[in-house]
């Protein structure tokens, strides 16, 4: 089982749409969590951080389940300028793992 | 200085040469991490370094790859008689030792082995 998984997407929805990522780690001693978001050429860049009573930063919301070992990453009113690859990202003990991400379009 | 720095930004070469690839971390960050990035894979961690420390190495694909940081600042990622599988964005990161924000990113190297 891979250590971070997520659907690849991808993803197409209309601005102004609600869209969901999920993921699943597999390491409980798992510490700390973050989406990432990746575009097109670029370096990835920290998103926001998750914590387990959830979080909210603007359209952006995060949730983390430990029992279930998921996390989610909820965009409210998709903008043409969120189409990127949204990677989910976990760390324990060792450097920061990254899922292979899922990749969001937005149409307008 | 403000952000990571890595250069070069792109590198072609022949199967074969040697690669020198370099990164400059944020100033006062004591850890620094390589991974790399496939086409159309996920980002494939390589090796970290904290302050003094030995440092990480059970990423490194094959021996043929090495790194070193001098002065606990600027890294080097050195690729030994390069393969067209070693082709892909090498990516450096850094953070404050107990760092809960994530990572910051350079923007890359990519590699090209031809």
């Known amino acids: 089982r891979k250590e971070v998984e997520q659907d690849p997407g991808p993803f197409n929805v209309p601005e102004g749409a609600t869209v969901a990522f999920n993921c699943t780690y597999s390491n409980s001693a798992s510490q700390s969590f973050f989406w990432y978001r990746q575009d097109c050429r670029k370096e990835p860049k920290l998103l926001m951080s998750v914590y387990s009573s959830g979080n909210e930063d603007g359209r952006f919301t995060a949730q983390l389940n430990r029992a279930s070992q998921y996390i989610s990453l909820l965009i409210r009113d998709s903008k043409l300028s969120d189409s990127a690859t949204y990677l989910c990202v976990v760390k324990g003990n060792t450097p920061l793992v990254f899922g292979k991400g899922t990749r969001l379009s937005v149409i307008a | 200085g403000a952000g990571v720095s890595q250069s070069p930004s792109n590198k072609v070469t022949e199967k074969g040469k040697d690669v020198e690839l370099r990164c400059d971390p944020i100033?006062?960050?004591?850890?620094l991490y390589w991974y790399r990035q496939s086409l159309g894979q996920g980002l494939e961690f390589l090796i970290y370094f904290q302050g003094n420390s030995a440092p990480d190495k059970s990423g490194l694909p094959s021996d043929r790859f090495s790194a070193e940081r001098t002065g606990g600042s600027v890294s080097t990622l050195t690729i030994q008689r390069t393969q067209q599988e070693d082709s892909a964005v090498y990516l450096c990161?850094?953070?404050?030792?107990?760092?809960?924000?994530?990572?910051?990113f350079g923007s890359g190297t990519r590699l090209t082995v031809v």
């Open positions: 100033s006062g960050h004591t850890a």
């Open positions: 990161a850094s953070s404050r030792r107990r760092d809960t924000y994530g990572y910051t």
